[in-house]
């Protein structure tokens, strides 16, 4: 379920989930704390089926990872979904996930 939402995780004892790409276009979570995620990726289809950029409370997003912390304040997701991969998005060293990492 996690990676049909757009974000999995990946490595124990972290507080990291690895960004995908969702597989719907809208889709809300309730968490416990009364708080929302808000998932949305209105351009999301067959052909369009890849991550050009992300938007996360509001602001460009260019990291592979979330916080689980973060996301537990409540927040949107705004997937902008496109037909070909972009390989430039978090293709920085900063935004890799820690279970990339060399540690």
């Known amino acids: ?4 939402l757009g974000f999995y995780p990946v490595t124990p004892a972290t507080d990291q989930y690895v960004l995908g790409a969702p597989l719907f276009k809208k889709a809300t979570i309730h968490l416990e704390n ?3 995620i808000e998932i949305k990726a209105d351009n999301n289809s067959n052909e ?4 050009n950029s992300l938007k996360f409370k509001g602001k460009k997003y260019s990291k592979n990872w979330l916080s689980h912390s973060e996301l537990m304040k409540g927040t949107t997701l705004k997937f902008d979904m496109i037909s070909q991969p972009n390989k430039d ?3 920085d060293e900063k935004d890799f996930p820690y279970s990339y990492s060399k540690k």
């Open 1 to 4: 379920m996690f990676s049909a």
């Open 34 to 36: 009364g708080k929302t």
């Open 48 to 51: 369009n089926r890849y991550v």
């Open 89 to 91: 998005r978090g293709a």
